[in-house]
């Protein structure tokens, strides 16, 4: 049976608690399948906090001043607004200003859909990209997950994982494609990565031809040689996300890639509106078929 993201983030913590005797800390980490079977049902290396709790990222950054690399779970990322101030203004800062490393593994969880709401149906990765001192990635991969963990291990910076529930049951590897004779370039971050997918099958059997590049690093933001070949060819992008697209990390992005490669760049993410809890009120990363109407209009009106 091949190993889900799930899988690999329960493997990396019972590691790291078991070989490097480090803290799990969390909100209600038991409850709901150790949050969706990413945490080792265990009591060694498991410090639970109360849902209602928003001291619990001091902790962790307190815990990481003092030499530990603690992993604080936030079972939803509406929680970062209630615990940003110890992320962004002691942990990002630590090094930079006071000398001293605080190496938390921020793993906020995005969510959406299944009649969530309007407060735990987002993901709000962009707002910390405005303090530096904190990486941001977005793995959705088991490979990927492994990597990022690599680099955190190894390193002294706090770092932002910004999960998504969507990507707990993968099993699979994003692979990034490219051709000399391609449409559109399409990127993506998060979850919009899996509608990115299902839309380029559906473009591809019309007869488009189209780029493929996967985000996972969203600060610091690294543009490959071969995704701005791909843009000069193009002339035309759209960059996807899970987040809202307004003031967004998806139009930084694109922002510093239409100065590389004078090409036209889109966006698209979350609506600029609250999300209900009914079906027809959802507002989540953006569908495939608005992928594919979007990217259409583009290529035939060689916008």
């Known amino acids: ?41 265990q009591e060694k290396g498991i410090v639970e906090l109360p849902m209602t ?50 190496p938390v593994f921020i793993r906020a969880i995005a969510s959406e859909g299944g009649g969530s709401g309007p407060i735990h149906t987002n993901c709000y990765h962009s707002i910390f990209a405005h303090m530096p001192g904190l990486p941001i990635v977005a793995p959705m991969t088991p490979k990927e997950y492994e990597q990022i963990w690599d680099y955190f291990i190894t390193n002294y910076e706090p770092m932002l994982v910004s999960e998504h529930r ?65 843009l000069k060819r193009t002339k035309k992008g759209i960059v996807l996300d899970s987040a809202y697209e307004i003031a967004s990390v998806a139009r930084s992005i694109a922002y510093e890639l239409m100065l590389l490669t004078d090409a036209k760049i889109y966006v698209m993410g979350m609506l600029d509106k609250s999300p209900g809890a009914f079906e027809h009120l959802e507002n989540g990363t953006p569908k495939s078929e608005k992928i594919i109407e979007k990217a259409k209009y583009l290529i035939e009106n060689n916008v």
């Open 1 to 41: 049976m091949e190993k889900t993201v799930a899988d690999t983030i329960r493997e990396i913590t019972k590691n790291h608690i078991d070989r490097n005797e480090g803290l799990v800390m969390g909100q209600c980490l038991s409850a709901v399948g150790w949050v969706q079977n990413t945490v080792p049902e």
């Open 166 to 230: 969507r990507s707990y049951k993968n099993c699979k590897e994003f692979e990034n494609k490219f051709s000399n004779k391609s449409d559109i370039t399409i990127m993506a971050i998060s979850a919009s990565r899996f509608e990115a997918i299902d839309a380029i099958k559906n473009l591809e059997k019309e007869g488009y031809i189209v780029d493929f590049h996967s985000i996972v690093w969203i600060k610091p933001f690294f543009a490959s040689k071969e995704l701005i070949n791909s």
């Open 53 to 102: 709790d928003v001291a619990g990222a001091g902790f962790a950054v307190g815990a990481s001043l003092i030499g530990g690399r603690p992993i604080f779970v936030l079972r939803f990322q509406s929680f970062l607004w209630l615990n940003a101030s110890p992320l962004v203004n002691y942990a990002a800062k630590a090094k930079e200003v006071f000398g001293y490393p605080a």
